[in-house]
């Protein structure tokens, strides 16, 4: 024994002098070796670096670099990464390395932007999709929102309008508010700069990836403004190496739609405009008589043939609009120095004449490795738009009469047509341009191995003009006022000042802790002013010269507010298998009184990866299956600024005098101005008392893939409930106002969201893929907040003389309120049988229903007759590459939604009328001083399946061109098809109130693009 013991003892020397002797040698050849590590342009944050055959390595840091100390030239090194396939590297003279890792198609892990860092997909707690910026179909988009459509489960782009430039409704989850925003906050490169629903600032094609954060474990990390979910938008940036340049490049051709809501017959217009009168009991126009100095022919005349005029509006105002958009951006850089630089422009034709949207995007992006352990880096986006707006298409204008004159002058049917197409396209000035700045400055510090401080600076400086004027005599205002001009600014100041520590550590290969502490203060400054003038001596220089009205007024406003934060984050991952993510976030806000001043925002999430498990570590069936839980609170401050205070405010109103001079005026409240030039005195109350409104959401979810990943499946359930509502209520007028600003009321959004993700062939010459989604999602009115059955939301409707949306306790928010109807009375016996009286109850009127059984037709029967809020939202896409050939085709829909369609009697409906001889029970009579009530017989279905998109692209082989990286020609059609039971309303989809007024119509749109990279 004590030979053995003896022998050991001798080894161990033995092994011990070799040792050292290698380790001098070793000593005596190392140098440093510095690099980066990244996957598709995005640094690769903790990745391993290892020397091949030792234990010795290191870790990248948050910006992917690493540095290590290596023996001598004759060393490889290891680069590997979960979800990455590892490579090795000889490092022979080199002193810098710099790699990208390709995905490992089995072991996919993706890298997932949360507030104030990243994070591993596997150790992901909360509900976040997200948006690869390759699953986008290439399409003409004025904002980012619009690409978003049907791209992440629970999120509804409500795209309303067809016209350039317009805004979109975004809703994540639900409405959460009677009064204040309800959009997701948009935070772009850590920069939360707003509400989403028109972002301008960015150019997609400098879009890197796009994250969703739907719950609150996700979302309470922005504390007060992460109460309706967030949208973060990460940008690219430099990689390095050589100068890369990308160029994108599209045309597209916009048709307007084919079927209008219009009678082009201009015998059957006259027809029909002389039965709605004589119904009312009026004289009828078109009889061949003079009326207001314009001739009416009769009815034969224009059936004749010998009247001659018939004029198609929908030839003359509407048009094939032309579009293109370019972009070029080049990157590159070195080990210390990371540059990108891009340029974009845009240009629209809008279908409507005289409508037309321009943009122009700059932006540049700059890191800086100062020191081995301190980088910076600059961020400056530069946006400038240009738009001339007409919405007024005048399509169901007479077709009996020209457009023209003889002479080439406006023909006006008498001294009142202020709706002439022709004249609000080419002679009504309604132009807006502005421009943005957004600047976001960091300086990056690693303290010691794990540990990182990073401040940052953000600026986001937007102004804005508007200008409009209406002719002398050619409008309404143009002729009460004889010429109408104004000129309106905008401006506004967004400071955002953060700074916070970011830790990571790992421990015995079993525990990962990593965590976030910091704070913030944020200052917003908005400044508007406008100039109006009435009365001008002739038209030459339309708004230029306001100061020569007759009479003009200014008005002006001042709007701060100082938002300061404390947050903190805490991950801990337990083996790869057990996940707990902790945050807190505090927010004072300057728009709540003393008492109220702070909120105090929390949440935690748990999450359980199983395919870790021994029972499922080696399944060939499952590949990945996590279950999440989540719950978290989260505030909402959008209220506007002071009111908290009593506010006290300056008008002026027009005096008695015969010189049509003005007085100021003194008093409490806020002033809003009048067509009639009288200051109103509306809200202004203070309440010291207001605080935060809280949503609380509880998440459960669950992520499921099979097959290596070739199945995935993620399913979430949730719970969301705000209480406390901001919100505005009326109170009696002899108090000297008439609304103050209050906390009540609570709403309830409950849901599920599934999304499938379908591999169904990976091959080399061809690939397939489906992706689907839908959600469902319950909105309830728990509380109102006063004792009020029914509670007006939305303006009235002047149609209805009252309103149409409501809120109703138990019902969701903006449900439909009014009448139900059944049919269309036949005989005056039905009419007065049904509870009608005098002209309701003639034949060919809608038939209103007594729904209390008291003999009476009012406004105690009254009930919801619809709801604007869809049941499911849904979309799917298919994506198939053979060889050099590519195909995508995206479907998005909606199901279970009512539209309130304004437009359902009128234009083409007219046709089928009411009438003796045709007893319609769809349509009512003709009569033109006809009462409407809001009812259910202007209720439509507003579910619709809309194939979206459908791309088809090739792929040039460009391996033997050394200058080229890549050469790709594309073709898109955008809208071609909707399927929908929606009538005479060109488009089924409409804002998120429901109504429909007879929208600026969606086109299809063709195009043809160019993808170029040079290398």
Known sequence: MKGILYSRQKLQVVLSIILTFTSLTLFAQERVVKGNVTSEDQPLIGANVLIKGTSIGTLTDFDGNFTLTVPDDNTTLIFSYIGFLTEEVYVGTKSTINIGLKEDAEQLEEIVVVGYGTMKKSDLTGAVNKVQMEDIPQRPAANVEQLLQGQAAGLQIINSSGQPGSDVDVRLRGLNSFSVNSSPLLVVDGFPIGNAGNLKQINPNDIKSIEVLKDASSAAIYGSRGSNGVIMITTKKGTGGKMKIDVNSRVSVATPPSDYNVITNPAQFALIENEGRVNAGLQPFYVGETFQGTYYPSVSEIASGAWGTSTDWTDLVFRNALAQDHNVSASGGNENTKYYF????????????????????????????????????????????????????????????????????????????????????????????????????????????????????????????????????????????????????????????????????????????????????????????????????????????????????????????????????LNYVYDDRFLITATMRADGSSKF???????????????????????????????????????????????????????????????????????????????????????????????????????????????????????????????????????????????????????????????????????LVEKKDWDWSVKGMISHNRNEVVETGNDLEVEQYGGTVEK??????????????????????????????????????????????????????????????????????????????????????????????????????????????????????????????????????????????????????????????????????????????????VFSDFQYGYDPEVGGDGMHWGNYPMPTTYSLGLNVSFK
């Open 342 to 569: 891009s340029l974009g422009y845009l240009a629209q034709d809008g279908i409507n004449i005289g409508d037309d949207y321009s943009r122009y995007n700059m932006r540049v992006s700059l890191d800086q490795k100062i020191y081995r352990n301190l980088t910076a880096g600059v961020n400056v986006i530069y946006n400038y738009t240009n738009r001339n707006a007409n919405s007024t298409s005048g399509i169901g204008r007479s077709p009996v009469f020209p457009a023209y004159n003889e002479d080439g002058s406006y023909f006006f049917i008498g001294a009142q047509d202020f709706y002439h197409p022709m004249v609000w396209a080419n002679d009504v000035l309604n132009n807006s341009h502005g421009q943005d700045f957004i600047t976001n400055m960091y300086v990056n510090l690693k303290i010691m191995e794990g540990l990182e401080l990073k401040t940052t600076m953000n600026v986001k400086s937007g102004n804005s003009i508007t200008d409009q004027y209406e002719p002398i005599g050619k409008t309404w205002n143009g002729a009460e006022f004889v010429g109408y001009g104004s000129l309106s600014n905008y401006n506004d100041l967004d400071l955002l000042s953060e700074t916070y520590f970011n830790y990571s550590k790992s421990i015995n290969d079993k525990h990962r802790i990593s965590a976030m502490a910091g704070w913030s203060a944020q200052r917003y400054t908005r400044k508007t002013s406008a100039l109006t003038g009435r009365g001008f001596v002739n038209d030459n220089l339309a708004n230029q010269d306001l100061n020569s009205a007759e009479s003009s007024s200014v008005t002006n406003d001042y709007v701060s507010s100082l938002l300061l934060s404390g947050i903190g984050r």
């Open 593 to 759: 009184g003393a008492n109220n001043k702070w909120g105090y925002f929390p949440s935690v999430a748990v999450g359980w990866n199983l395919q870790n498990e021994a029972f499922l570590k080696n399944s060939e069936v499952v590949s990945q299956l996590k279950l999440r839980a989540s719950w978290g609170q989260a505030g909402n401050q959008g209220l506007p600024a002071y009111r908290i205070n009593e506010r006290y405010g300056t008008g002026r109103y027009p005096t008695t005098n015969a010189d049509g001079t003005f007085a100021v005026g003194f008093g409490p409240g806020a002033y809003s101005y009048t067509s009639d030039g009288v200051y109103k005195i509306w809200e202004g109350m203070s309440n010291q008392d207001l605080k935060w409104e809280t949503t609380t959401t509880t998440n459960i979810g669950v992520d499921l893939g099979l097959f290596k990943s070739r199945v995935m499946l993620t399913a979430e359930v949730y719970h969301k409930y705000t209480n406390d509502l901001l919100r505005e209520q009326r109170i009696a007028p002899s108090s000297g106002y008439d609304q103050i600003w209050v906390n009540d009321g609570d709403i309830l959004n409950q849901g599920v969201e599934l999304s499938l993700d379908l591999a």
């Open 800 to 977: 209805f003389r009252s309103f149409v949306t409501s809120t109703i306790k138990g019902q969701p928010i903006g449900v439909f309120y009014g009448y139900k109807t059944d049919g269309i009375i036949q005989t005056f016996e039905e009419g007065l049988e049904a509870g009608l009286t005098g002209s309701r109850a003639r034949p060919g009127e809608i038939k209103y229903v007594d729904i209390n059984g008291d003999g009476v037709v009012d406004e105690k029967d009254r009930t919801v007759i619809g709801d604007p809020n869809p049941t499911f939202i849904y979309s799917f896409s298919t994506r198939l590459r053979y060889k050099n050939v590519d195909l995508s085709v995206l479907f998005t829909g909606v199901k279970g939604n009512q539209v309130f369609n304004n437009t359902k009697f009128s234009g083409a409906a007219y046709l089928q009328r009411w009438t003796p001889d045709n007893p319609s029970n769809e349509y009512p009579s003709m009569n033109s001083s006809r009462a409407y009530e809001a009812s259910d017989y202007w209720i439509e279905d507003g579910s619709y399946l809309r194939i979206q998109n459908i791309n088809i692209g090739y792929n040039f082989n460009s391996e033997n061109i050394k200058w080229m990286d890549r050469l790709r020609v594309y073709t898109s059609i955008d809208n071609p098809i």
